[in-house]
């Protein structure tokens, strides 16, 4: 891979890309009962490749057998779970998905991989 190519642009050209909802972290607030609840940006539509993370791979990745985890390739900045912060949220296919963690190539290459782990179906808000 040559630094600074863009591959994920290279890819979305070749491949169709696909639409999920990125709800991003904003905040916590307290609610009426004085309880502290995570607030979030108003959900956005942002493109991108979104893959299944191979069964075989979660031992060596240390993910919980238990759950089912998916790859997240964007150009879009996501975060993940951090000291004082919530992670960002994504819904795709009527479940809803935590970003687990974020491997930040934007800066040399243009795009972010996010491993996304399912969290249950999208709630009717």
């Not at 591959?7 to 004085?34: C, D, F, H, P």
Request: one cysteine or more; proline letters at 5%; hydrophobic letters at 40%.
């Amino acid at each position: 891979m040559i630094p600074g190519m863009n591959l994920l642009a290279v890819a979305m050209g070749a491949i169709a890309s696909e639409t999920v909802t990125w709800r991003q972290y904003a905040g916590r607030t307290k609610n009426a009962l004085g309880q502290w609840v995570t607030t979030y940006a108003a959900p956005q539509q942002i493109a991108g490749s979104w893959q299944a993370v191979q069964r075989d791979q979660y031992a060596e990745l240390g993910l919980d057998m238990a759950k089912f985890y998916f790859n997240f390739y964007t150009p879009r900045a996501l975060a993940g779970v951090a000291d004082g912060r919530a992670p960002d949220q994504i819904d795709h296919g009527g479940r809803r998905y935590s970003v687990h963690g974020v491997v930040p190539w934007s800066g040399i290459d243009g795009w972010n991989h996010a491993v996304c782990v399912d969290i249950g179906a999208v709630p009717n808000d």
